[in-house]
C-alpha cells in the first residue's frame, strides 16, 4: 500500500505564498510520477503540476499557474513540494497529492485545503 500525506495548506492573503508538501510512504518502488491536483467547490479536479522520474515532459504544470508555482522532489525523503508564489483567489482549492506506481495505479492523498482571500 501507499499513503500519501499532504501537509502546508492555509488561509493567505492575495499575493502571498504556501509551500505543499506530499509525503509517500509503503510501496513507492518504481514511481512513475507524482503530482498536484485541485478542487474548487463546486468545480471539477483539476491538474495543477507534475514531476515524471524519467521521460519526456518530466516536469509540467496547467497554464493556470505557469510562472508562479514550482513543483520539485526530495528523493531521500520521498516527498514532493509545490511552492506556490503570487496566489490569487482563483487558486483557493484542496489541494490533493497523486502518485503513480507501476501497474499502473495511482494513488491519492486526503488533500490539504487552501484559501486565498483578497
Known amino acids: 500500500q501507499v499513503r500519501l500525506v499532504e501537509s502546508g495548506g492555509g488561509l493567505v492573503q492575495a499575493g502571498g505564498s504556501l509551500r505543499l508538501s506530499c509525503a509517500a510512504s509503503g510501496r513507492t518502488s518504481g514511481t512513475y510520477a507524482m503530482g498536484w491536483f485541485r478542487q474548487a467547490p463546486g468545480k471539477e479536479r483539476e491538474f495543477v503540476a507534475h514531476i515524471r522520474w524519467s521521460g519526456n515532459d518530466r516536469i509540467a504544470y496547467a497554464d493556470s499557474v505557469k510562472g508562479r508555482f514550482t513543483i520539485s522532489r526530495e528523493l531521500r525523503e520521498n516527498t514532493v513540494y509545490l511552492q506556490m508564489n503570487s496566489l490569487k483567489p482563483e487558486d483557493t482549492a484542496i489541494y490533493y497529492c497523486?502518485?503513480?506506481?507501476?501497474?499502473?495505479?495511482?494513488?491519492w492523498g486526503q488533500g490539504t485545503q487552501v484559501t486565498v482571500v483578497s
Open positions: 497523486k502518485m503513480v506506481v507501476p501497474g499502473p495505479v495511482t494513488h
